[in-house]
């Protein structure tokens, strides 16, 4: 191959990536692809206050006040998120939903499964300073966001 193929060749791919990620980068601002993100953040944020609620006393009151709100706000969006993690799963068709993969839906239908049941360990935990401040944040990105 000349240098000059090569030049073309890999101007040609540069060019492909370039659109490709592109293309990505819409998918991942349209509305079904905010919402299913806003759906896999309650998850993360549900599951996240039942390890603290085990150390921290009344969490769960000061989150599930917090969550219901900001939930209501997003109750749209988490609608539309869970309806196409259903979808998803269903198709098995990842190209009809670009702003997701095999593993985030697997991730997902598991974090759903397990917060739909009680929790298996309930017993008190010892908080140490960066759980606590794990925990505090997720009450305050309830708080912040609009």
Not at 30 to 43: G, Q, V
Not at 55 to 76: A, N
Not at 101 to 126: H, M
Request: hydrophobic share 40%.
């Amino acid at each position: 191959m000349t240098f000059m193929k090569v030049r073309v060749c890999a101007g040609c791919l540069i060019a492909i990536l370039a659109v490709s990620s592109a293309l990505q980068a819409q998918d991942r601002n349209t509305p079904d692809a905010r919402a299913f993100k806003r759906f896999l953040e309650s998850l993360s944020l549900r599951r996240n206050a039942r390890v603290c609620e085990r150390g921290i006393p009344d969490y769960g009151k000061t989150f599930g006040v917090l969550y219901g709100s900001w939930s209501e706000r997003h109750r749209d969006e988490l609608t539309r998120g869970q309806a196409i993690l259903s979808e998803a799963l269903k198709t098995n068709d990842v190209k009809k939903y670009p702003f997701t993969n095999r593993a985030a839906l697997v991730r997902a239908k598991e974090a759903q499964s397990e917060l739909a049941n009680a929790p298996k360990d309930t017993s008190p935990i010892k908080m140490d300073a960066p759980i606590s401040a794990a925990c505090e944040k997720v009450l305050a990105a309830l708080k912040d966001q609009p």
